[in-house]
């Protein structure tokens, strides 16, 4: 069964803190992807990777950074949180050679809450 | 404009109904076509796969893809309150494209009531 984890379920920071979002998946799957969802607007593309030490812009990365270490781990990084990055964050992973399509095997989500 | 269309409901049916889903889309590159659904406070999870044009059975769930019209549709047949959730449409250009991405609609939220 594909495994997709999120470090935190709920989160509550300060503005101006720097924010860290873990992703952690155990199917060796080469994609990695984060989301921001907010009702409304739907799932929004923020950056993505492709590979170890590769990362790729998404539609809105602006104030967002990402660090992808190794193979199963993708972070997320706010650099100086702010109110309007108050989101549910969703990270997902695939694989090129999925039998589906590439299919996006998603997290549980982590609610930010930025005061 | 956004490359792909949903709209967002909400939609509220009784128990027993077929509920009919549907997404547009601009992109003629699309040939890879997805339905996700989404529980209150969880993950999208992958519901129904279609590749190109043409139609898609499982159990009480089909999936439409009309690429003619750049239009897709899910339907489910005697709706349950266990359906009660939001419906994502998703869509892919050709194998090994665009590193994986996938194009999202805004979701559709059911509500399914006894």
């Known amino acids: 069964d594909v495994k997709v984890t999120q470090s935190s379920r709920y989160l509550v920071k300060r503005t101006g803190e720097k924010v860290f979002l873990e992703c952690v998946q155990d199917?060796?799957?080469?994609?990695m992807f984060w989301y921001r969802q907010d009702p409304g607007l739907g799932l929004r593309l923020i950056y993505f990777?492709?590979?170890?030490?590769?990362?790729e812009k998404g539609d809105i990365p602006e104030g967002y950074s990402v660090s992808r270490e190794k193979k199963e781990r993708f972070s997320l990084i706010l650099e100086s949180a702010s109110t309007n990055q108050t989101s549910m964050y969703l990270c997902?992973?695939?694989?090129?050679?999925?039998?589906?399509?590439?299919?996006?095997?998603f997290g549980p989500g982590t609610r930010l809450l930025v005061l | 404009q956004k490359e792909v269309e949903q709209d967002p409901g909400p939609l509220s049916v009784p128990e027993g109904a077929i509920v009919s889903l549907n997404c547009t889309y601009s992109n003629s590159a699309f040939q890879y076509f997805m339905w996700y659904r989404q529980y209150s406070r969880k993950g999208p999870e992958l519901l129904m796969y279609?590749?190109?044009?043409g139609n898609k059975e499982d159990g009480r769930f089909t999936a439409q893809v009309d690429k003619s019209s750049k239009y897709i549709s899910l339907f489910i047949r005697d709706s349950q309150p266990s359906d009660s959730a939001t419906y994502l449409c998703?869509?892919?250009?050709?194998?090994?494209?665009?590193?994986?991405?996938?194009?999202f609609g805004r979701g559709t939220q059911l509500t399914v009531w006894p």
């Open positions: 199917m060796d799957h080469e994609n």
């Open positions: 279609t590749y190109s044009s």
């Open positions: 997902a992973s695939s694989s090129p050679g999925g039998l589906v399509a590439e299919t996006q095997y």
């Open positions: 990777s492709y590979d170890v030490k590769m990362k």
């Open positions: 998703a869509m892919k250009e050709g194998r090994g494209s665009t590193l994986g991405r996938l194009y």
